[in-house]
């Protein structure tokens, strides 16, 4: 362990990605970068396009349509033309999907729940809503340049 917030941080969810995936795969057989997928796409409401899909996961158009074909092929993922434009993929998730991220979903919040609570002065409902705060205003500065903060 690090005495540095930025290596402690990295150190704290690359163990969480790496625990997170072991129970995906032994569990549920598929890795969590599927389920992240997956779960990202229950996250927004009404049907995802490619585009708010990569945006939310934090990679390219180009990477989300690569892999778009093969979600497909696997029942995880239905593609829908839209109707106004017809360039535009809309994309569902499947009967399939929808229950496994519910699921596993649950499942992970149990145990990241139990193994929190393991931690001294640590409340699970506390340091959630502490990250998601944390998370709103890491993606604001990310959006903003050094000149912008400073003249705040």
Same mark, same amino acid.
């Given at each position: 362990?690090?005495?540095?917030?930025?290596?402690?941080?990295? #150190?704290?969810?690359?163990?969480? /990605?790496?625990?997170?995936?072991?129970?995906?795969?032994?569990?549920?057989?598929?890795?969590?970068?599927?389920?992240?997928?997956?779960?990202?796409?229950?996250?927004?409401?009404?049907?995802?396009?490619?585009?708010?899909?990569?945006?939310?996961?934090?990679?390219?158009?180009?990477?989300?349509?690569?892999?778009?074909?093969?979600?497909?092929?696997?029942?995880?993922?239905?593609?829908?033309? /839209?109707?106004?434009?017809?360039?535009?993929?809309?994309?569902?998730?499947?009967?399939?999907?929808?229950?496994?991220? #519910?699921?596993?979903?649950?499942?992970? /919040?149990?145990?990241?729940?139990?193994?929190?609570?393991?931690?001294?002065?640590?409340?699970?409902?506390?340091?959630?809503?502490?990250?998601?705060?944390?998370?709103?205003?890491?993606?604001?500065?990310?959006?903003?340049?050094?000149?912008?903060?400073?003249?705040?």
């Amino acid at each position: 362990m690090s005495d540095r917030l930025s290596f402690t941080l990295h #150190e704290l969810v690359s163990a969480i /990605d790496s625990y997170a995936d072991g129970i995906l795969r032994e569990h549920y057989g598929v890795d969590a970068n599927l389920f992240i997928t997956l779960a990202t796409m229950s996250e927004e409401p009404g049907r995802v396009d490619v585009t708010t899909l990569a945006r939310c996961l934090g990679v390219s158009k180009a990477a989300v349509s690569k892999r778009v074909p093969s979600l497909v092929e696997a029942g995880w993922l239905e593609t829908h033309s /839209d109707p106004g434009n017809a360039r535009r993929v809309v994309l569902t998730l499947t009967p399939q999907a929808a229950s496994l991220v #519910e699921r596993a979903g649950t499942a992970l /919040d149990a145990e990241f729940t139990s193994m929190f609570a393991e931690v001294p002065n640590i409340d699970p409902v506390a340091l959630n809503a502490s990250l998601s705060a944390l998370t709103t205003v890491v993606l604001a500065r990310s959006h903003s340049t050094p000149a912008d903060r400073t003249q705040s």
